[in-house]
């Protein structure tokens, strides 16, 4: 009898071509039972057929309706049931009838139950690898099919596909029964979705070219939808313009489900959401969260063209979907929101991914996944943001219209069908003519990112610069690595009359270059590059003079790359705080705000009792002219980006220069928004919810619960506000009744993680939260699903201070698992980096605070 193991993989010699599902819902107890007609071909006669499924109940099979099952077999590890038959089936086409029960489980993949109040809902969620969880499958991104799907569920509920109703039928006792069309292309399993529940829905809208499209939300807050639902259609009209490839699957429908692992799923015609990322206007969201709905919404669509027409081969290339429905949905989000000057959001966001790249433990963006619980450890920074940083420097190094050409020969060729990475590099050096094959495999293949070093001489009226590439490290004790990079690097300088890029191919170790006229240079034009550099001291001082011609997203680059460098022990705490004063009067929101990520970061890790006092006055000093400038509420008609700045600097002065002024007007202020007297502003309504708690005492603490309870199915942005701002209240025991609301059902699981972050950051919280994520580990989170496991996983790397970091490494260490297996390795090298950078950093902010006239 065959064995198989978790790494096992579906043989080609049976390949599904259609499905006809059937899925009855019972609400009230939980329960689905379903069946299914699979249309399959058979490459050589078998007796046995095997596909995934994940406790589900057989109930009975047969083959043509002729061929009786003998008997089947469940293999756990490998997820799959094996189906024996009283006879051969022969090579051919055929088809399998297959009928089954299971449940509408917990836990929030499969096919999953969420309730609200009253409410209650039957909801999908299949990727990466969870459609076995609710029907009998080929469960591989490669085993293509079409869908049609027919639900019978309790009267009165909305049910929603893929595709839109052909049919609905009252089939009396109570219960409904609607057939959808089946879909026009064939999908992988991981995008077939169905949800049954009392939604209500905007009014239909439809994009020029007809698509139909609505949003679906509880009931209550489909008002709130008009935004979202407005995005997804200029979204859609923008993706059907740059792919040059209509919109393959009809109708659109977004659907927010109150409870829900990810942010989003890209599900083909029926994208499910978190309702907070659908049910937010100018009336009740913060321009934040606004542009986090339409950037949302672009993503996933992009998804219709990039993961769901055409579909990675296997987890391996997941990055194909991420980094594209990252990259190009921002690139929609960018164009149609010009009021944005989004790419400065782009190149921000690069953090994350630089961070985490920079660990010995990050791994390629393109890296094997042996089977489903090593795919969904793959979706993070280095798959999403290094992936789409990556596409961003090749397309900035090639052009953006040689780029969509190479984008357009790709879908074309592989729609309907699947693809790997080479497949794209292929097509791009046939738009471009040149090898970008060999240049990008580097960067896909190898793990890490290179430092390119510039040694900057002035010459002849212009710059000899001498660039030198090693890996980069945030560990500077780390093994010297060999690993070079092909380095398209995009470089500013500025000359007598005018500022010019110039672009280089850096191929070796090292390179030298010419630069006529150049009086300045500046390494990574428009932050495109995803590299990080390091001027000598005489470019360094060169640049001074070139920091007032570099555009906000290289400032903003300057910025986080410079910080970098600190914290790895490359440059100093002084020549950090040198470049802030050549910023000075900087004014640029984003720019701002890669500043304030900084100086949180001291705030959190590097402050001590001793420095505590002259840091706070560092930020109230650095904040206070700007806070007079924007003040506590929004202008008519005020700009978006005063709007999010606002919301920061009441932060830096509230919560890191702790100043006294600014917590008890937002205690005041927060008081009058519970009283109804006068509402906060949403965007900055969340900042001064917090700044009030830092000071609260248990009363408040009673009325944000209240607040957030009753807000839960009238305004979900309002109750995260309040949410989250319970995570703010420093008094200890305020603290510990956090966090035991956080894993009591008062906070729902997929809100968990979200809180638990700030929480371990804050001085005066991260104790009482340390302990209690320690002792609720195995209860609460070893069970959780894999993406909320991962965040608790990476939550705690905020504990790098030298009384921590040991218990939490041996701690995490022992509760390491196989879906948790790389997550619990970088964060185990975070807390050792991290705490060896804060207690560097905290002597040097002690130097720097006591002789500020030495920078
Ligand atoms: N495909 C993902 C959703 C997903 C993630 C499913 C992990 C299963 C496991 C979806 O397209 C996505 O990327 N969602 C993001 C939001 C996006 C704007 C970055 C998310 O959920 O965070
Ligand atoms: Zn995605």
Sequence with gaps: ??????????????????????????????????????ALRVAKPARELVLHAVELEIASATVDGAIALEGHRTESAAQVVVLRFAEEIAAGEHTLEIAWSGGIRESLRGLYRSVRGEERYAATQ???????????????????????????????????????????????????????????????????????????????????????????????????????????????????????????FIKVDAIGIPDFEAGAMENPGAITYRTRLLAADDTNASIVTMKGVFSTAAHELTHMWWGDLVTMRWWTDLWLNESFASFVGEKCTASLNPQWSYWRDFVADNTSAFNLDALASTHPISIEAKNAEEASERFDAITYTKGAAVLRMIESYLGEDIFRAGVRIYLNRHRESNASADDFWHALDEASGQDVTTIMNAWIKEPGHPLVTFDVRESGGGLDVTLSQSRYYSDREADASPQRWPVPLVLRYGTAGAVREERVLLRDASATIRLDGARWVYP?????????????????????????????????????????????????????????????????????????????????????????????????????????????????????????????????????????????????????????????????????????????????????????????????????????????????????????AIFSPLIRTQDRGLMVIPFLQGRHTRKAAWHTVRDRWDTDIATAEPLLKQRFVNAVSQLSLPEYRDEVTRFIESKRTTDIAEAVKQSVERLRINTEAAERLAKELEEALAAPAKR
């Design 1 to 38: 009898m065959t064995r198989y193991d978790r790494d096992f993989r579906l043989s080609k010699d049976v390949l599904p071509s259609r499905y006809e599902l059937h899925l009855d819902l019972d609400l009230d107890r939980w329960t689905s039972s379903g069946r299914a007609r699979i």
């Design 126 to 248: 299949f990727e990466a690898a969870d459609a076995r969880r609710a029907f009998p499958c080929f469960d591989e991104p490669e085993f293509k099919a079409t869908f049609s799907v027919e639900l019978t569920y309790p009267s009165g509920n909305a049910a929603i596909a893929n595709m839109p109703p052909e049919r609905t039928e009252d089939l009396g006792g109570g219960r409904t029964r609607t057939r959808f069309r089946e879909t026009p292309v064939r999908i992988s399993t991981y995008l077939v979705a169905f949800t049954v529940g009392p939604y209500e829905s905007t009014p239909e809208a439809s994009t020029p070219s007809k698509i139909p499209v609505r949003v679906w939300l509880p009931p209550g807050l489909a008002a709130q939808a008009i935004y979202a639902r407005d995005a997804h259609v200029r979204s859609v009209e923008w993706l059907q313009q740059y792919t040059a490839i209509p919109y393959p």
């Design 524 to 740: 990574n034009a428009g932050g495109r590059g995803f590299y990080r550099w390091q001027l000598d001291e005489n470019g360094d001082r060169l640049l001074d003079d070139g920091v007032k011609h570099l555009a906000p997203e290289e400032r903003l680059s300057l910025v986080d790359d410079l910080w970098a460098l600190t914290r790895s022990g490359r440059a100093s705490l002084a020549s950090f705080l040198r470049r802030l004063d050549t910023l000075a009067g900087e004014d640029d929101r984003a720019v701002l705000a890669s500043i304030s990520d900084a100086l949180s970061w001291l705030s959190s890790f590097a402050v001590r009792d001793r420095t505590e006092a002259a840091f706070t006055r560092f930020i109230d000093a650095f904040y206070r002219p700007i806070f007079a400038k924007v003040g506590w509420r929004p202008r008519d008609g005020e700009d978006p980006d005063t709007r999010e700045k606002r919301a920061r600097v009441i932060g830096m002065l509230g919560y890191h220069a702790r100043a006294a002024d600014v917590r008890r007007d937002a205690r005041d202020r927060a008081l009058r928004h519970l009283d109804g007297v006068e509402p906060l502003h949403p965007d900055s309504a969340g900042v001064i919810l917090g700044v009030a708690a830092t000071d609260g005492d248990n009363a408040l603490w009673d009325r944000y619960v209240k607040r957030m309870q009753a807000a839960q199915s009238t305004d979900t942005q309002e109750e995260a506000r309040f949410r989250q701002a319970l995570t703010q209240f420093e008094d200890g025991e305020l603290a510990q009744r956090t966090a035991d």
